[in-house]
Structures are given as C-alpha cells and as structure tokens.
C-alpha cells in the first residue's frame, strides 16, 4: 500500500510549490497504475475529489504547519 500523504508531502518538500509538486505527481500517475488506483481509493476514502484531492491536501497540510508554529509562538509569549 502506498502511502499517499507521505507521497505528497515529500513532493512538496522536493518542489517548494505545489503547481511543480502537483505536475510531478500527475506524471508519476500517468506512468503507474498501481498509485492511480492507491490515489483514487485514497481519494474516496478521504472525501476528496480526485482533481481537486492533491492542492487540498497540500493547502490542509501547510495550514497545519502553520498552527504547529503559531502555537510554539504562543507559548512564548
């Protein structure tokens, strides 16, 4: 099973954006079957639209990221 958050999340890492990130992970989708069906099932079982499922999670995931430091930053103040 393919683990598709850590997927996108080390896409993004790599790329810094997520237009760059997203286009690579379109053609890694293109070339494999096997991650084009782990995405779809992903997809479904996470609520998310498949053409919109990899900029949400990325805009989820960064936003998190955010909370994690603006709450550091209120704790020391």
Known sequence: ????????QDLLS????IDIAESEFKRQ???????KEEFKSWCEEMGYKERYAFEDYCHEFLDDQESIYDALSDFDE
């Not at 099973?1 to 996108?8: F, R």
């Not at 790599?14 to 954006?17: A, I, N, P, S």
């Not at 989708?29 to 991650?35: S, Y």
């Open 1 to 8: 099973m393919i683990d598709i958050p850590n997927l996108i």
């Open 29 to 35: 989708i293109n070339e494999d079957e096997i991650l």
């Open 14 to 17: 790599q790329f810094g954006t």
